[in-house]
């Protein structure tokens, strides 16, 4: 992943043009990351970025269920055909733009605040997906460099969890189960990577 200050631009879903594609960018210079862009697949398939340039975006999978939600509230707001910016008078919280693709059809929509109830809710769906993927690799980054800080980072995994803002919970399992089985982690890393893997495996994170 890259950081820091970018020229920041939109772009589209790096896929194949078979079926439909959703994409969305937020650029806010006073946030970490300044930029995020996640483009998702009619089948669930996730890829978040940091930067326009990353080439090797984070992916993980949505479930079904959640990839339909998110692709009913797209039509919901007519693919982007009109504007979803509030006239009310509000602080700057980033410039988002959602986009759509299938084929040759493209629509593309930005704002800095919308009032519009379909438009709030795609919102938190790919605020949720960006939240998940920073958790990741907040505990991968912890899980390769710094053994302390593991601890921390299923801290923070598990408050998001709690929250309910983790998607695609199934990805977090392979870097939980490496921490359950190496005895070179602390104990007290061990029990919390156990219990959010359990709760993720019944299916109540």
Do not use: C
């Amino acid at each position: 992943m890259k950081y820091g200050l970018l020229v920041l631009v939109a772009l589209p879903l790096l896929a194949g043009p078979e079926g439909p594609h959703l994409y969305y960018s937020k650029s806010f210079p006073a946030s970490t990351p300044a930029y995020v862009q996640i483009n998702v697949d009619h089948g669930g398939a996730v890829e978040y970025r940091e930067a326009p340039d990353d080439d090797a975006p984070l992916k993980f999978q949505l479930k079904p269920a959640q990839a339909e939600e998110v692709f009913q509230l797209a039509a919901k707001l007519n693919y982007f055909k009109q504007p979803l910016e509030s006239p009310a008078k509000v602080a700057f919280m980033g410039t988002k733009t959602f986009g759509w693709e299938d084929g040759a059809e493209k629509h593309e929509v930005k704002f800095n605040y919308s009032q519009d109830a379909s438009a709030q809710a795609l919102l938190d769906w790919f605020e949720r997906m960006a939240e998940s993927a920073q958790r990741e690799m907040e505990l991968e980054r912890s899980v390769k460099y710094d053994k302390l800080g593991v601890v921390q980072a299923l801290l923070e995994l598990q408050v998001s969890m709690d929250k309910k803002r983790l998607v695609g919970e199934e990805q977090f399992l392979p870097m939980l189960d490496r921490i359950i089985k190496n005895e070179s982690y602390m104990h007290t890393a061990q029990e919390r990577a156990a219990q959010i893997a359990a709760a993720i495996r019944a299916g109540k994170p």
